[in-house]
Every structure is written in C-alpha cells, then in structure tokens.
C-alpha cells in the first residue's frame, strides 16, 4: 500500500508536463491584457483629473458669487488690493490661491517670487480665500520669520480648490519664465486658474483702462452671463490669444501676439479646457484661438474704426471672454501697466 501510493506520488505518466507553447501563449494573453488594461487606467485617470478640476471650478464659481453678493462693486471676480500696480498679469492669478514660487525678483530665492508673500501676493491678500478657507491666513509680508520660513510656508499650502490635478505646468506658449521654470501653474503663480480679464483705453496722458470682460465689473452688468467665462484653466488662457495679432491688432507683440503653436490641454485635449462661466456653471471649452465674426452683426456697437473693434471681440462658438454690446467699465489701472489700446465707440 505504502508503495502504491509513492506509485502514485512520483508515477510521470500521471502528471503533464507545460509545453514551451503552452508558457509562452499565457505569457501572450497575460500581455494582451495588461496592454488593454493601462490604457483603460490611463484614461479612468483623466477622466477622474477632469471631473475634480471641474468640481474646483464650479466651487469658485459658488465663491465668487457669495464674494460678489457681499462686495459694494459687485465684483465676481475679487479685485487684489494692489489690483492697479505691478504686472498687468497679476490680475489673472491673485484673486485667489497661495504664494506662487515662479519668476523670483533675487536670483532663484522662491520666496522672492513676484507672485509671493514677499511681493505683496501672499494667501491672506488673495481674497477670494476668505470665502473658501475663512480667515485662518495670517499676513507674513512684514515677518519672514527665521530664514524667510513663514514666506516658504506661504508657497506649501495645499490649498486643493485652486489647484487642478491635471496641470503639469507651461503647455505651448511663449511665456519663457513659466516655461523655463518647469513649474506646474499652482506652483509658479499660486493658482492652476486664471481669470479672464480684458481692458481697452486710449493711450495718452492720465489714460485709465476700462474693462471689457467679467473682471472689475459689476455682475449685473454682464449681458450673457451663461456664455461669459469667468474663470479658465490657466492653459487655456493663452490659446484664446492665439489670433489676435492675425489682423493688425497689435497691442500684443512679437510672439505674443500670434502663436502657431498647439496649446495642450491639462485633460488629454489640444485646444479643450475646464471654465467657469459668469452664471456659475463650469463645463469643457474648445478655444483654437478667437473667432473673428463680420461687423455689425446687430448685437456689437457701431462703430467707426471696426478694426478696432474687431479686435475686443473674444469668443468661440459657446464661450466668450468680452461683454459686447455693454458698454466698458472704468478702472483704477492706468494704461502704461498694460492692455490694448483700443478705443470702442
């Protein structure tokens, strides 16, 4: 007995030996299917980045409709309260956020960024932080604390509203400090999301731009606020720009002014980016640039140079950036800080 059952233990002829053949196609198969799984995961992924980004923006949409029902001007965007100086660019990114690390005044010290602490744009100036955080930022300007420590506690806040988990950083323009940084947008200005912000004025002494987009005006006074876009991945601000020197509209220059090339979208898109539109909602937009529509299409102003006004017209087919036909809204920032100088009659 005990020998029949070693028989059967060791006996070859009752086991089966695995072929080469056999090894190799559950190689095969395995590989197969992991091939079809990672793009699966990939895209499951992106698909969950898109969602939260989205999810960001329609949170800072309720936000600045709580800042605006509160604010005197009846701002929806929040005006930085040093809105009128420094680089015209601020006005996208310091409505909200923390302390970017990106483009440092002394040498490569990040917290000497223009977009920090030390310059006046930490996160208890950004106001749009007290409608989503409350009061819990202390303001460091004047106390760097031992070695500049509360200024780089400033740039390490995970302040996950104005972050998007898709940006990875420049995405194909001509901003050489943003791109040379290889910094994400979060970490470079302080916020993955920029405003949309236009202005137009008559250059010349004591001129003052006046707005011509959601950006220091006043809620009511935004005509197509399901349109309007408030609020843009911050990729996607520089693909609206990519026309706008095409026909002679030449406050932009050099390379800023007309971009051949592809601007990359943080969700897997060229040319598609998350925004918030003026009445809250946020969706994709596809934007290769803005449309260039015929004059006088009834709902734009007359106007007597319409090369002029050609130029302050941005929109898409379901987007739009200007506030056409409503007249512009006066502001503090004078011309010599930036904009197109451009008069509409």
Not at 195 to 213: D, K
Not at 226 to 246: H, P, V
Not at 252 to 258: F, H, P, R
Request: charged letters at 15%; aromatic letters at 10%.
């Amino acid at each position: 007995m005990k020998d029949m059952c070693l028989t059967r233990i060791v006996n070859p002829a009752l086991r089966r030996a695995v072929t080469l053949t056999e090894v190799t196609t559950g190689v095969c198969t395995v590989t197969v299917l992991i091939a079809m799984l990672f793009p699966a995961m990939g895209e499951a992924r992106r698909a969950g980045k898109h969602v939260r980004c989205l999810a960001n923006m329609r949170q800072i949409g309720e936000a600045s409709a709580i800042y605006a029902a509160a604010d005197a001007d009846d701002f929806l965007v929040p005006a930085h309260r040093n809105a009128e100086v420094g680089p015209t660019k601020a006005h996208n990114y310091v409505w909200g956020g923390k302390s970017g690390v990106g483009e440092p005044t002394a040498g490569e010290d990040p917290t000497a960024s223009q977009w920090g602490t030390a310059a006046g744009r930490g996160p208890s100036t950004r106001p749009l932080n007290r409608v989503i955080y409350g009061d819990v930022f202390a303001d460091h300007l004047n106390d760097p604390g031992l070695f500049g420590v509360n200024w780089l506690d400033d740039t390490e806040l995970d302040l996950d509203v104005y972050r998007c988990p898709g940006d990875y950083g420049y995405t194909g323009y001509n901003y050489v400090s943003w791109r040379d940084g290889k910094l994400t947008s979060y970490d470079h200005y302080g916020n993955s999301y920029a405003a949309s912000t236009m202005w137009i004025g008559v250059a010349g002494g004591g001129c003052l731009l006046s707005s011509n987009s959601p950006f220091l005006r006043p809620a009511s006074r935004v005509p197509v606020p399901s349109l309007t876009l408030m609020y843009l991945e911050n990729s996607g601000r520089f693909a609206a720009r990519r026309n706008y020197g095409i026909d002679g509209c030449s406050s932009l220059s050099g390379a800023d002014a007309v971009s051949t090339t592809p601007i990359h979208g943080w969700h897997g898109r060229d040319f598609e980016f998350n925004a918030t539109f003026v009445d809250g909602h946020a969706a994709a937009v596809f934007i290769d640039g803005h449309l260039h529509p015929q004059p006088h299409l009834g709902r734009y102003p007359e106007s007597s140079n319409w090369s002029y006004l050609h130029c302050v017209i941005w929109r898409g087919p379901d987007w739009q950036i200007d506030t056409l036909p409503a007249p512009p809204v006066l502001t503090n920032i004078p011309c010599a800080s930036g904009g197109a100088p451009d008069p509409i009659q």
